[in-house]
């Protein structure tokens, strides 16, 4: 029932900066926490960016001072604004819902397909 759509991927020259978008629906957006994630090639996913219900974020060491996560619970929505973005940080980059519980029942993740972002010049 839950559906994760990502946007705004693209290339961008080194030192540049995107807006990345995920969409959600099939929950009540502003009781979970979301999270962004990536995978480069030959590499394993990894977390990048958390943020609660409440709007308390948490960044990968690698991405502080240069990502910001945000949420817009009236638009369902979660951002990832990458500046001074780096080479390294070419990946498709993916929306991710993590598992808990509410109401005293489990749940489990929910993914976003995922947006290509490249850093080249």
């Known amino acids: 029932q839950v559906q994760l759509v990502e946007s705004g991927g693209g290339l961008v020259q080194p030192g540049g900066s995107l807006r990345l978008s995920c969409e959600v629906s099939?929950?009540?957006?502003?009781?979970?926490?979301m999270d962004w994630y990536r995978q480069a090639p030959g590499k394993q996913r990894e977390l990048v960016a958390s943020?609660?219900?409440?709007?308390?974020?948490n960044y990968a060491d690698s991405v502080k001072g240069r990502f910001t996560i945000s949420r817009d619970n009236a638009k369902n929505s979660v951002y990832l604004q990458m500046n001074s973005l780096k080479v390294g940080d070419t990946a498709v980059y993916y929306c991710h819902r993590p598992m808990g519980t509410i109401r005293g029942s489990p749940f489990g993740d929910a993914w976003g397909q995922g947006t290509l972002v490249t850093v080249s010049s």
């Open positions: 943020i609660s219900s409440s709007g308390l974020a």
């Open positions: 099939g929950i009540i957006f502003r009781l979970y926490s």
